[in-house]
């Protein structure tokens, strides 16, 4: 698993930590079911103090991302829950995206290209992901 921080950037460390995973689960880096590094040594791994690692895991578990047994460790869930408010956060963070996007210089029709590509490439790599579906 690769994981990229940015120890400079504004976007806390958990946080940062929190979409790679999201980000390798969406794009079949991380398979469903498969197992993740403890939190100690994913800590270690990637340079960070354990409390950030199991920040990021446990807000994966409760958005559903993963499962975690005390046995077992965490590992990549099945299904990811569908939340009642996700569509409420998806709105807003794209409205911003949308906004900045604007106001750096891109017209609707190129941030519905760049939006469209994504989402090809994303379908025609992971198919198959009951995540995607």
């Known amino acids: 698993m690769l994981i990229k921080l940015d ?12 979409n790679q995973i999201v980000l390798g689960i969406g794009r079949g880096d991380i398979g469903i079911g498969e197992k993740l590094p403890t939190v100690r040594q994913l800590a270690e791994d990637i340079g960070v103090n354990n409390m950030t690692v199991n920040k990021a895991y446990t807000i994966l578990k409760n958005e559903g991302y993963i499962e975690i047994d005390r046995r077992q460790g965490a590992k990549i869930s099945e299904t990811v829950l569908k939340q009642e408010e996700f569509s409420e956060k998806m709105e807003g963070e794209l ?8 106001l750096n210089g891109y017209d609707e029709k190129e941030i519905l290209n760049m939006c469209k590509d994504i989402i090809s490439d994303l379908k025609i790599k992971y198919v198959e992901s009951p995540i995607l579906e």
């Open 7 to 18: 120890m400079k950037s504004s976007v806390p460390i958990y946080v940062q930590l929190r």
């Open 95 to 102: 409205e911003l995206l949308i906004v900045e996007a604007r």
